[in-house]
């Protein structure tokens, strides 16, 4: 929203301060002004008032004229002008010689063959409006050569506030509720509005008129005619202007006017097209042409404003073609009403228009608006035309009345809130200039809150607070730190697992931690043959990317990976994200907090691959738990999993997740020659696995025997199975030393270390052992190799 | 006997000064010095000489024999010194503009703003929380007073799912339930509230270089008795000092939000020009606007079972996302989720 300090000027005495300064404060005391503070006229100089003497044709131009111009100096002036409005006797601002417009300085200037002395302007050069149709035309009287800003407020500093600072205050949308504020930071007394009386005409008729649904909150209106102006004051024109509005004519221009001034919306209509007003909803839908000339598809939740079943304005929002001021016009109705504003704001957002008006009313007006609104509007309208007559009485329905607000608080309320000390005088005064009631007896304050701060935006003590302290101003407050006794902190058990598993992927296994979307990306799923996702879907949601709320983190690895095929030619990814498995029995999303793994390799050696992602595994529970995992194969369940190889992760007898090469299909559409397998974990589970801690034992001061046993085999499991069923405790460790693949005979070899605390071990001892292993194994038909 | 010893000893110093490595050394000193050696022979023909002889000939003996030995080890010595010379001179020099091979990970740059921001927070007494992404109506909107109509609840700013929960729009989500979690040791113990949660957040927003419709904020709540305004901007002027390390100027102004009151918008002196001069960064204003913040609404304090008559806390947004583009001058908010190698394995690490 816009801004003109004149404009605030008409309502509080600023002499003698810095207005910059002022906005400044604003901007820190009430709501953001953005950075581009515009000084209008500051570039524009030597503009007078000047009478065009006499107009002759340009002897080869269809277009230019030639012109003589009286500036109020002794001689005449010679111009060429180009404006298509130009006649003899019409007086119009003329740019002088040494006149300065923007960057531009005025000089005498042969054009076309003839010297100009000087440049008549449109408003649009002159920067009080956007007309560039012609050279402005000044009906008022004054005298010529009169400099343009000494009749006109053309100097002016205009600043932006943004609207999303002001969406809880409904009393800043005008210009009378920004003096306030201004008022109270410059501790100036704020001037009230000139209004007229309207008791005069209480003994004119009523309007018919009636609220017949509760979403009106008050309709007020009042019937004139006679209007005789058509173009509004310039300077009511030029303030519109700076403020972003469009002049129309001098009634629509007047209602913009109050509404920026007070900030209550108003609308006129042709009386002849509201003799009963009546405001209601609709049981059907319908369409309705609004005053721009859309035709708007009006549904059964939409308040209309209504000529007794006819619908002629949408309430709060537009009015309607058919009921709009036009030629012919004799006697017009003025509306200034209240409506409820969640309506209003869910109104505008089903016709996806959104109007001055309903911009204010959404958020909540101030009821007690509407009839000075009215009084005011008829103060200015008689001041511009005093051919005008009222001709109705007022005509006032206040169905709802917002409860009065009184809130009481001590000084040491005041105290705690701030930490700093703010006297008496200080809270009674900020507030009265704010226009609460505030009164102070006995330590206790009462506060009366102002019907303009009572819709939704002051309800509680603590909203007081914040009325003091931010005219106070937050720069002046003295800052400390709190004080309070020592406790230890605490991460929580997942947050931490989180961070020591990030830095041991990053750290030890140079992985890469990448972020994802929860949505299932259907497309990019679909690309690498993934279809079946996830059946937690949003509500109403219209692409069909942003739909179901993934199962898994492993299809959004794997698409990732294909984006990154060619960044080097071995790599892993890895996320620490939430997944939802379902719903539990209360209909409430079951989510997990999972960490998946994928990596990629561009060779066909899957098993190299498989078992550098087994070992991370292991080491992951090995340093942050001190436990070991057990594998256990399953069944394949989605479409990116190989049958084989597919393993849950167990610790103890707890599944924490699942490993597994990616399915050949999907595999060769990420890339036809290349390995991938990848891991998930269930990350809170993992941090549910209670620390082991370590267990130190001291080292034995004799020596270890070393055993090394090759057997003829592919696989380890029976080994470890024989060597588990001797029970032996001398045995410390086990060690793969190698393995030998090949396709007629493969064998594995083992080391076994044998040690004992408390004496050195005989050889015999240990062979019993061996022996015992190599005959187990033997009844399995695994023979020792060799 | 006399010249022989002097032949012997003319011979040995030849013989010494051509020994070119260990081997010929140590023959030398079997020559010499061994059981037949040269100079043992010397003195086993000494028997047939007179004991006075014997006694200056044994003296003379025994100094060659001294003699000898020190010029072998002597010799020795400068031998093994030549040859650590020769392997020093055969070192190449290598050629250290090679680049490495060594992999490294990376974290993803949200990652490393959030643990910057949690150890300084763990520093000052605050608890890191984790929290879901899926939550209720009551959880993100109604426990921290967020009416009924509100726009935030609408469906075209939040995402809502067909159960009737919702991806949690902002992290506030978390503020009922770490209030309930720690109310009973503020209450019984005294021990004050203080936590911080970061977490992924989602807004129904079509998305473009500056928006996101899944982004990382970071909540901060502190409740004692006591708790004032002036505490409040103490705390964001420290923490954020230290986020930035460097001293920074912080500013209030009016914000709001429902589940504050009273309610900020806080800026920070702009990062770049001070806040002195104003520059594009910060266009021209000297400041850049940072989060939300303010005095827990009572509403909130009491939905989370803690009296506001007694207690009075504050609560922040940091807005984690930001915080990355601004430090690592990330330009288009979509790099963070994009997924993209090149782009992301550069945050190796940055403690």
């Known amino acids: ?786 | 006997m006399k010249e022989k010893l002097e032949q012997l000893r003319a011979e040995l110093l030849s013989e010494l000064g051509a020994a070119a490595d260990a081997q010929s050394l140590e023959n030398l000193r079997i020559k010499y010095l061994g059981k037949k050696g040269s100079i043992t022979d010397l003195l086993k023909g000494m028997k047939s000489l007179s004991n006075e002889e014997k006694k200056t000939f044994g003296q003379l003996v025994n100094e060659l024999k001294q003699q000898a030995s020190e010029n072998i080890s002597k010799r020795s010595q400068e031998l093994k010194e030549l040859e650590i010379q020769k392997e020093i001179e055969l070192m190449p020099q290598f050629d250290l503009t090679i680049p490495s091979k060594e992999k490294r990970g990376s974290y993803h740059p949200i990652t490393l703003v959030s643990r910057e921001c949690e150890r300084i927070f763990t520093t000052m007494g605050f608890h890191v929380e984790d929290y879901p992404e899926v939550v209720t109506d009551y959880e993100c909107f109604e426990a921290v007073n967020v009416p009924k109509d509100h726009p935030a609840r609408d469906m075209q700013d939040t995402y809502y799912l067909e159960n009737g929960e919702l991806l949690k729009s902002q992290t506030s989500a978390a503020q009922n339930a770490i209030l309930k979690k720690y109310r009973k040791q503020l209450i019984e113990d005294g021990m004050p509230i203080r936590a911080i949660f970061p977490g992924r957040c989602f807004r129904n927003e079509a998305t473009d270089a500056t928006h996101e419709n899944t982004f990382f904020q970071m909540e901060g709540v502190m409740v004692d008795k006591n708790i004032s305004i002036s505490n409040l901007i103490y705390f964001m002027k420290t923490m954020l000092s230290e986020v930035f390390q460097r001293e920074i100027k912080v500013r209030l102004r009016p914000g709001f939000f429902p589940f504050v009151e009273p309610g900020f918008e806080l800026d920070i002196s702009c990062l770049i020009c001070g806040g002195e001069t104003g520059c594009p960064s910060c266009n021209h204003s000297g400041w850049l606007e940072l989060c939300p913040c303010g005095m827990i609404h009572p509403e909130v304090l009491k939905e989370g079972g803690i009296d506001p008559e007694e207690y009075t806390g504050f609560a922040f947004g940091l807005g984690l996302t930001r915080l990355a583009m601004m430090k690592y001058g990330i330009k288009d908010i979509r790099d963070l989720n994009s997924g993209s190698l090149k782009a992301l394995s550069q945050f190796t690490d940055d403690k």
């Open chain 1, 1 to 786: 929203m816009f801004l003109s300090m004149n404009w605030i000027k008409d309502f509080v005495d600023l002499s003698g301060l810095d207005e910059l300064s002022l906005i400044n404060q604003f901007s820190l005391s009430t709501a953001e002004v953005e950075n581009d503070i515009q000084f209008k006229g500051k570039d524009l100089s030597g503009i007078v008032v000047a009478e065009i003497k006499s107009v002759e044709n340009h002897p080869e131009s269809k277009k230019l004229h030639l012109l003589k111009a009286d500036i109020g100096e002794e001689e005449l002036v010679d111009v060429v002008c180009g404006a298509p409005n130009v006649r003899v006797g019409m007086k119009t601002a003329f740019a002088k010689v040494g006149a300065q417009i923007g960057e531009i300085t005025i000089a005498p200037r042969p054009l076309a063959g003839f010297m100009s002395y000087g440049m008549c302007c449109s408003e649009s050069e002159i920067g009080i409006s956007d007309d560039h149709s012609g050279i402005m035309e000044i009906t008022d009287d004054v005298a010529l050569g009169t400099d343009l800003k000494e009749i006109y407020a053309i100097d002016d500093i205009v600043f932006e506030v943004d609207n999303k600072s002001l969406t809880n205050r409904p009393d800043l949308w005008s210009h009378y509720g920004i003096a306030r504020e201004f008022a109270a930071i410059a501790k100036r007394p704020l001037k009230p509005l000139d209004f007229d009386d309207l008791s005069k005409y209480d003994a004119l008729p009523k309007v018919d008129m009636k609220i017949e649904d509760e979403l009106c909150q008050r309709y007020s209106c009042l019937q004139f005619e006679n209007i005789k102006r058509n173009i509004a004051p310039v300077d009511m024109r030029i303030r519109l202007y700076y403020c972003g509005m469009r002049a129309i004519n001098f009634l629509a221009d007047m209602t913009n006017y109050l509404m920026l001034e007070m900030g209550q919306p108003m609308h006129a209509f042709d009386s002849r097209k509201v003799e009963n007003i009546r405001i209601k909803r609709f049981d059907k839908e319908f369409k309705f042409k609004t005053l721009d000339g859309v035709e708007r598809h009006i549904d059964t939740d939409t308040l209309m404003i209504c000529n007794g079943d006819t619908p002629v304005a949408i309430a709060g929002i537009m009015g309607g073609l058919d009921s709009e001021i036009v030629e012919d016009t004799h006697t017009l109705t003025l509306e200034s009403a209240t409506f409820n504003a969640t309506s209003i704001r869910k109104s505008t957002v089903r016709l996806s228009h959104r109007t001055d008006a309903s911009m204010r009313y959404e958020k909540s007006l101030d009821p007690e608006l509407t009839v000075p609104a009215i009084a005011r509007f008829v103060y200015l309208l008689k001041k511009f035309d005093d051919q005008v007559t009222v001709v109705s009485s007022l005509t006032d329905d206040y169905a709802y009345h917002y409860p009065e607000i009184t809130l009481s608080f001590d000084k040491a309320y005041v105290d705690r809130y701030t930490g700093i000390e703010i006297d008496d005088d200080t809270i009674i005064s900020t507030l009265s200039r704010l226009g609460f009631k505030a009164s102070h007896h006995d330590g206790e304050f009462e506060v009366k809150v102002p019907s303009w701060r009572s819709t939704k935006d002051v309800t509680i003590k603590a909203d007081i607070i914040e009325e003091i302290t931010r005219i106070y101003g937050y720069d002046n407050f003295e800052i400390h730190t709190a004080s309070a006794p020592l406790f230890p902190t605490r991460p929580e058990p997942s947050k931490k697992d989180e961070d020591n598993i990030k830095d041991i992927l990053v750290k030890k296994y140079a992985l890469h931690e990448l972020h994802s979307y929860v949505w299932n990306y259907v497309d990019e799923f679909k690309a690498i043959g993934i279809e079946n996702i996830g059946e937690i879907k949003l509500k109403e949601a219209s692409n069909p990317n942003i739909e179901t709320i993934r199962k898994t983190m492993i299809p959004t690895q794997l698409a990732q990976l294909k984006t990154n095929i060619g960044f080097e030619d071995e790599f892993g990814i890895f996320e620490v994200g939430r997944v939802v498995s379902g719903l539990d029995e209360n209909d409430l999303c079951v989510e997990h907090k999972m960490l998946g793994i994928t990596l990629y390799q561009k060779t066909p050696f899957v098993r190299e691959l498989y078992f550098k992602l087994k070992n991370i595994i292991e080491v992951l529970f090995d340093e942050l738990k001190h436990e070991t995992v057990s594998f256990r194969e399953v069944q394949p369940e989605r479409e990116y999993e190989h049958p084989i190889n597919l393993n849950e992760i167990l610790c103890g007898d707890v599944v924490i997740g699942k490993i597994g090469i990616v399915h050949p299909v999907v595999q060769k559409k990420i890339d036809k020659r290349a390995s991938i397998v990848f891991a998930e974990l269930d990350v809170e589970k993992f941090s549910s696995i209670e620390n082991k801690s370590i267990q130190y034992n001291s080292p034995s001061k004799f020596p270890n025997i070393e055993i090394d046993l090759s057997f003829i085999t592919s696989r380890f499991a029976p080994i470890k199975k024989a060597i588990e069923n001797t029970a032996c405790a001398l045995i410390k460790n086990v060690e793969v030393v190698d393995i030998y693949e090949a396709e007629n005979q493969s064998s594995i070899a083992v080391r076994i270390t044998f040690s004992d605390p408390t004496r050195t071990l005989k050889r015999e001892e240990v062979t019993e052992v061996t022996d015992a292993i190599v005959n187990d194994l033997a009844k399995d038909g695994i023979l020792l190799k060799g």
